[in-house]
């Protein structure tokens, strides 16, 4: 099968797809070491996504289609879709609130009620694969369009972000991060704070890894100095991706992204968020019914394994919060943007 030419030119990718296997660049290590991971099998890529090998919506959601795609190739010659609807079900479990994961697998299971045979089943789940793939590093382009359009800035601006959004939790470019790339490569990037993001760290590890990389102008901060960043003027926008957006435009991100709502909102700085329309979850009417993870209390309680707590203190670590629509001015999707977002405003869009 001829490469998608689109997956093959970008310079930081999370994955690589081989046909027989799916190679992950270990997040877990990054920026220490750049060490990558090979699964063959679907219930290996669910581990991998489970444990953060792989992270972030978007990339969740290709691992997880290509995961599918192994799952085909190694299929015994008996029931062989039930045993690809197992490889789903492995899949299915691995992470709860990104929809991209569910969005993907959703997809994978249509191409293979279509299949009536292993062979065929096979080569047409691989194909679907690369082309969810493709699809989402085009989105990440179409997306930074618009939000250029969106903001229209006259001169080179500071913006803040969080989490990592970029090649690393995508298929490539980036969603938040994709807006950041396109603005330093239109000369209208001051600089990048990005929020350091505690507990898992993707800002610090990932983030600025990934800028730095690119020679982006970045400024690391601690989560807690985002409010002197905003009240001493150095940024205009708060540029964040998302998990899951439900149908009245509320967002589940990165615990610690309202924080940022509410501070952007106090401090008339513009809140934007840009995802995907694969993660529209237009079936989930508000944030509250979102599904939000909580991961061990070892994350909190240590870091690199070195102990930062009493070993018995109780720990609250949920890893996404949801942003109020109201504190959001723009959602950027592929689809078109939305602004002030509502119920009506995301119909309008996404039906
Ligand atoms: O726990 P993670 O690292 O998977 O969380 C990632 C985020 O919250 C990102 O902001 C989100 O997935 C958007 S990535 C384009």
């Not at 959703?106 to 691989?126: D, F, G, P, V």
């Not at 939790?169 to 993001?197: F, K, N, P, S, W």
Request: proline content about 4%.
């Amino acid at each position: 099968m001829a490469g998608p030419s689109i997956i093959e030119n970008q310079t930081t990718m999370a994955m690589r797809w081989h046909g027989d296997c799916l190679e992950l660049l270990d997040q877990r290590l990054l920026p220490g070491e750049e060490c990558w991971v090979k699964a063959v099998r679907a219930s290996e890529v669910a581990g991998c996504i489970a444990d953060m090998v792989v992270r972030g919506a978007p990339a969740i959601g290709i691992a997880a289609a290509y995961g599918v795609a192994l799952a085909a190739r190694y299929a015994g010659g008996g029931d062989w879709q039930a045993e690809i609807k197992q490889g789903i079900r492995e899949l299915a479990a691995s992470r709860p609130t990104a929809v991209n994961l569910f969005w993907a697998l959703e997809r994978m299971e249509q191409t293979l009620h279509a299949c009536h045979s292993l062979a065929e089943a096979a080569e047409r789940l691989e194909t679907e694969a690369i082309r969810i793939h493709r699809e989402d590093i085009e989105a990440n382009y179409t997306m930074a369009g618009h939000a250029l359009e969106a903001m229209c800035p006259e001169q080179p601006i500071g913006v803040l972000t969080h989490c990592n959004t970029g090649a690393l939790a995508t298929g490539g470019y980036g969603t938040a991060l994709g807006v950041i790339r396109r603005l330093h490569r239109e000369q209208l990037l001051e600089r990048v704070y990005a929020d350091e993001t505690r507990p898992w760290l993707q800002g610090s590890r990932l983030t600025a890894w990934e800028l730095a990389r690119d020679h982006i102008p970045v400024t690391l901060n601690a989560d807690g100095a985002a409010a002197s960043i905003m009240a001493a003027g150095k940024v205009k926008w708060v540029v964040v991706g998302a998990d899951r957006i439900t149908a009245n435009g509320d967002v589940a991100n990165k615990i610690g992204t309202y924080s940022l709502a509410v501070l952007a909102r106090h401090h008339k700085v513009g809140f934007m968020v840009v995802a995907p329309s694969s993660t529209v979850d237009m079936a989930l009417a508000r944030g509250a019914d979102i599904p939000i993870e909580e991961r061990d209390a070892t994350e909190v309680r240590e870091v690199g394994g070195r102990q930062l707590a009493p070993a018995d203190v109780q720990v609250f670590n949920p890893v996404f919060d949801v942003t109020p629509a109201s504190l959001i001015d723009v959602i950027v999707t592929e689809k078109g943007v939305v602004h002030n977002p509502n119920i009506t405003g995301m119909e309008a869009l996404f039906g």
